[in-house]
Every structure is written in structure tokens, then in C-alpha cells.
């Protein structure tokens, strides 16, 4: 089983107490996914910027703990803002044949990510088994480095290498939520979603991905536990490692938020909601509470950052609402996105 799979076991609350840290999912897996769940489902996506450093995961994850205490969560994780272009930098520098720069860039990745564990603070029966995941993968990435001479770098190099962000950055979470008393495992997505072999910009099979998705993460769900999924990544059918292209986090929210039939998908992110304008340079911006799809679709159109342009078609399919808040400002009510409702200002 890979290490995204690890597994530990709830309590009859589902959370864990430090002697159930640690244990095994068996029991979780054996599951089966035809039992109906006990609650709604919503899924949480954090953007980078929610997540940098030990501070903001852990306000993120009791956002989490909030929520889960009526309502059955996924998280759907980006990499730590910065990291995934620090991470292309490493494969230029491969591609360059400057290995030592690229080792040297390496380490400072890795270290950021073990530094953030260590400033969670956690009990030394939870830190060491992330930390182990941690070293693991880091050793991953520098198998990436040859010993000497140049190595061949493609598209499929830079999608293997770019999802180590999202790798480290699930376990952090995880770990986060854990400090808070919330039972959560790490879940790569490259385990479910299935995509074609357009590396640095592969579209999934949905519905294998929905087949394949619940699988995996029902009985986590149906068993009280948090699954903290990687976004932006996925895999071929011979298990090679691709991405959804730059910016695709939001997709891979709405994409396994449609998995799993969550009623809402909520996009936490670093302003209040949309706006008519950019609120960072237009005083005269103003903050929209409602928007159908079709309302959000036409401000996507006109240039505004609104959503990724694949998150809306999928949130109609099933009638999903969409939300964007700030993660900073979890006071504000954000904006809803879904199906007949009449775009209004704040």
C-alpha cells in the first residue's frame, strides 16, 4: 500500500486519541462503499496561500475541525505557495546539467516542508511517522538527480517532479489536522484519477475517475476519517504521474468534490469572494453574494479570475454549490455559486 494510503484508525467520535494514532485503516477499507452515509459531504480546497507555514495549516485545518463535526469533509490540498515553481526551477536546473544547483534547491524545499513539521509541534508518536514520509519522498526527488552528466528532461519529468509539492503538503495537512483532533489520512490522487497522457496538461476520465475515486475515499469518509487529497495531479493507466496544467487545483477540487457527490465545494482562498472588479486595484469593486453558473461563466469569459473554466460545467452536472471565501476572513460569508440565483452586490 502507498504511503498516501497509510493508515490509522477513529474513535467512536472520529477523532483520534494519541494511542490510536498511528494504528491501521484495515478495518476502514473493508468497508463497503454501498452503505449510505451518515452525513452531508462537503470538500474543502486550500489554495497555496492558506497554507504556508505551520500558522496558516493549522487555522486551516480548524476550519476543517469546524465543519466536521455535522458534516463529512475532504480536503483537496495545494502545494505550499512558491513551492511548485521552485520545484519547475529544480527541473530547469536538471535540464541545464547544473546537478549541484539542483540538489542545493532540493534541500531547501525539503527543509522548508520538515521545518513546518517541526513548528506544528506535535507529540513525538505523531511527528516522527510524517517526518519518515517526508525523508521519503524527499529521497524521491533526488532520484530525479543524476549522479553526473545530464538527464532527460520532458514533459513527463516536469509532471513527476511538480507534484511533490502537493505530496509534502498533504502529510503537513494531515499532520495539522491530527494536532487538532481530527482523524485524516493523506491520499494521493494520482491513486484514482485517471488521465490521458498530455503531460503538464492531461484531462482525467470522469467517470473512471468517479469509479475508481470512490472506491478509495468512501470508506474513509463513511468511517469518520478526513482524506486530505492532492490537487492538480493525477496518473496515466500505467501509473506515470501527470498534472491538470498550472492554476488546476480548483478543478481537481470540483473534481473530486463530483466523486464523492459532495453538496457543496468550498474554495478557500486568500480574498473575500468575487467581485465585479479586481478588489486589489478598483476601490470601485464590489462583492457579489449570489451568482449562478451562467453569471459566473460570463465573468470568467470577460477575463475575470474567477474559477478554473472546468470547475463551473462540473458543478452544474450535479447541481453542486460553489463557494468562494477567504480563508483570512472566515467571518465573511463569501460568494455561492449555483444554479438559478440572481447575482447581487454587496
Excluded at 502529510?171 to 494536532?179: D, S, T, V
Aim: proline share 4%; hydrophobic share 45%.
Amino acid at each position: 500500500m502507498s504511503p498516501e494510503q497509510q493508515q490509522v484508525s477513529p474513535s467512536a467520535e472520529g477523532e483520534l486519541s494519541p494511542g490510536q494514532r498511528g494504528a491501521t485503516l484495515e478495518r476502514v477499507l473493508s468497508l463497503t462503499i454501498e452503505e449510505e452515509l451518515p452525513k452531508e459531504i462537503i470538500a474543502f480546497k486550500f489554495g497555496g496561500s492558506s497554507l504556508l507555514g505551520a500558522e496558516r495549516l493549522l487555522h486551516a485545518a480548524s476550519l476543517v475541525r469546524d465543519t466536521a463535526q455535522a458534516s463529512s469533509v475532504v480536503v483537496i490540498a495545494s502545494a505550499m505557495k512558491g513551492v511548485t515553481d521552485r520545484l519547475i526551477h529544480f527541473a530547469h536546473l536538471l535540464a541545464e546539467g547544473r546537478n549541484d544547483a539542483a540538489r542545493k534547491e532540493g534541500d531547501a524545499i525539503v527543509d522548508l516542508h520538515l521545518s513546518t513539521l517541526s513548528d506544528l509541534n506535535l507529540e513525538l508518536a505523531d511527528y516522527e511517522p510524517v517526518a519518515g514520509e517526508l525523508k521519503l519522498l524527499s529521497q524521491d526527488l533526488f532520484h530525479e538527480v543524476p549522479a553526473r552528466g545530464r538527464t532527460l528532461v520532458d514533459a513527463a519529468l516536469f509532471d513527476r517532479v511538480s507534484s511533490f509539492g502537493e505530496r509534502f503538503a498533504v502529510r503537513l495537512f494531515a499532520a495539522a489536522l491530527l494536532a487538532n483532533g481530527i482523524a485524516a489520512v493523506p491520499v494521493s490522487a494520482s491513486d484514482f484519477v485517471l488521465t490521458c497522457d498530455s503531460f503538464r496538461d492531461a484531462k482525467p476520465h470522469l467517470e473512471l475517475t468517479r469509479q475508481r475515486g470512490r472506491q478509495v475515499l468512501l470508506p474513509l469518509l463513511q468511517s469518520g476519517i478526513v482524506p486530505v487529497v492532492t490537487g492538480f495531479i493525477g496518473a496515466t493507466r500505467d501509473g506515470r504521474i501527470t498534472t491538470l496544467g498550472r492554476n488546476s487545483s480548483d478543478f481537481s477540487g470540483a473534481l473530486i468534490a463530483h466523486v464523492v457527490d459532495a453538496e457543496e465545494l468550498v474554495i478557500w482562498t486568500d480574498v473575500d469572494g468575487v467581485y465585479t472588479a479586481n478588489p486589489r486595484e478598483s476601490k470601485e469593486a464590489k462583492l457579489l453574494h449570489e451568482l449562478s453558473y451562467d453569471e459566473a461563466h460570463a465573468l470568467a469569459a470577460s477575463g475575470a479570475k474567477v474559477l478554473h473554466p472546468h470547475v463551473l460545467p462540473l458543478a452544474a452536472q450535479t447541481g453542486m454549490t460553489v463557494w468562494i471565501r477567504n480563508t483570512f476572513n472566515p467571518d465573511a460569508r463569501g460568494t455561492r455559486i449555483g444554479a438559478q440565483l440572481n447575482g447581487g452586490a454587496a
